[in-house]
């Protein structure tokens, strides 16, 4: 029986972008530039949930890492991370590579090697409510979001290796090539 036995794990929207903030998808359903290529290396791929839209919805508002940087959020993504983990180890154990884990960047749950932070984005939006402000409070800061936090969290207590890649949906051609000079 013919198989590679390497597996990639990526964010849920890498290969269904229909899960993301409504307006902010800027391919039709997966991101073909980097998936074609991982197919024809060979790649076998397990698509990790997608922790916003399996707690709010597809009809959620954007949000920041604050604002999901609570215990309840915490403990909702490892309940969703739990089984991924028991595949990590049921395939280490048995001869298969876990090559890596691609992410998506300034996502405030899926960011790798940055998120994005505020600490105006809560409240009712009435009449003092400044769109402007708000928007100008975002920064993006060097941090993991929460999901990739608890991730990595759950592989250390698992003594489990993996090496980290993300998408920067900001300029995603740049790092789809950087991510394929590597895998
Ligand atoms: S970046 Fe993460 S939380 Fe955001 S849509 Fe993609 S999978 Fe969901």
Redesign the pocket.
């Known amino acids: 029986m013919q198989r590679n036995k390497k597996i990639l794990l990526l964010?849920?929207?890498?290969l269904n972008v229909n899960?993301?903030?409504n307006k902010i998808a800027n391919y039709g359903g997966c991101l073909e530039e980097l998936m074609v290529p991982l197919i024809q290396k060979g790649y076998g791929f397990i698509q990790?949930p997608?922790?916003?839209?399996l707690s709010c919805g597809i009809k959620r508002w954007g949000q920041v890492k604050e604002q999901l940087d609570t215990p309840y959020f915490r403990k909702h993504c490892e309940k969703l991370l739990e089984p991924i983990i028991q595949q990590l180890i049921d395939y280490s154990n048995s001869g298969y590579k876990i090559s890596a884990c691609i992410?998506?960047d300034n996502?405030p749950?899926?960011g790798v090697n940055t998120t994005c932070k505020s600490s105006k984005w809560e409240g009712e939006i009435d009449s003092s409510f400044s769109l402007e402000e708000t928007l100008n409070s975002l920064n993006i800061v060097n941090e993991k979001?929460v999901?990739m936090e608890v991730f990595k969290s759950l592989l250390d207590k698992n003594a489990i290796n993996l090496d980290f890649y993300a998408i920067n949906e900001s300029n995603p051609n740049t790092s789809v090539k950087n991510i394929l000079k590597e895998l």
């Open positions: 964010s849920h929207c890498l899960s993301k903030v990790l997608c922790p916003e839209l992410g998506v996502s749950s899926c979001g999901f």
